[in-house]
């Protein structure tokens, strides 16, 4: 099948970090999406040719496809992460990252807070000058979800609720998803600590300070980074 330039480039980074970043005998963690889509795909390689890792999926899409590749999964905790990758909405130059595009996010930063490393893997439509442009997610416990909704759009956002068809998205956590337009985030760490210290919210989008590295794939398979 022909992959359109984006996908080849997402591919490209997805490879990028597995070849670079998984080591023989390692457990790592794996991302969601259509960019870690391929990380995960180049994990199945290597194991298949006899290179020992364990997993840990940060979403069920993502446990299925490590089923079906013959990854070895454990639980979050049952040892060590050597290394997190992951695909990203938003890269900024300081590597804060906005995350949850798939609704993934309260995994997805389990893992990378946990992981020794973690990899930030995206395309140059992911890079930007300042995060805020995506509308940030933010995982809020159902119950709270409107109060949670109105707190947040007196901080100045947008907020809609995310749905999926007629109902509203539910996460691998029994969650919903909250996504605030903020169009411009100048200081994301104040703002993450001030959605974290509204009750309800289980987790934000915000990755400040956790990505070491960020694999941007071109179309052509060439890689930048920093
Ligand atoms: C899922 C995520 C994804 O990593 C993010 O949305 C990027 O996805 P894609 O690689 O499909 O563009 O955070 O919750």
């Not at 905790?77 to 309260?106: H, M, N, T, W, Y």
Request: one cysteine or more.
């Amino acid at each position: 099948m022909e992959l359109s330039l984006e996908d080849s480039a997402k591919r490209a980074a997805g490879y990028a970090a597995v070849d670079r970043f998984v080591r023989d005998d390692t457990c790592i963690g794996l991302g969601t999406g259509t960019t870690a889509y391929w990380a995960v795909q180049r994990v199945g390689e290597v194991v298949a040719r006899g290179r020992k890792v364990r997993a840990v999926a940060t979403s069920v899409a993502t446990e299925q496809q490590c089923g079906d590749l013959g990854i070895p999964l454990i639980a979050l905790g049952d040892e060590p992460l050597d290394v997190a990758i992951d695909g990203a909405d938003e890269a900024a130059p300081d590597r804060s990252l906005i995350k949850g595009g798939g609704g993934a996010l309260f995994r997805e930063k389990a893992v990378a807070i946990a992981a020794r490393t973690f990899v930030a893997i995206v395309t140059e439509r992911k890079l930007v000058p300042q995060l805020g442009a995506f509308p940030l997610p933010v995982e809020v416990v159902p119950f709270s979800a409107r109060y949670v909704a109105r707190e947040i759009e007196a901080f100045g956002a947008a907020v809609r609720v995310r749905s999926h068809g007629a109902a509203a998205f539910v996460s691998d956590n029994g969650n919903v998803i909250l996504d605030c337009a903020f169009h411009a985030i100048p200081e994301p760490d104040g703002l993450d600590a001030r959605l974290r210290g509204l009750h309800g919210v289980v987790a934000t989008g915000l990755f400040v300070g956790i990505a070491s590295h960020v694999l941007v794939g071109n179309a052509d398979g060439s890689i930048t980074g920093f």
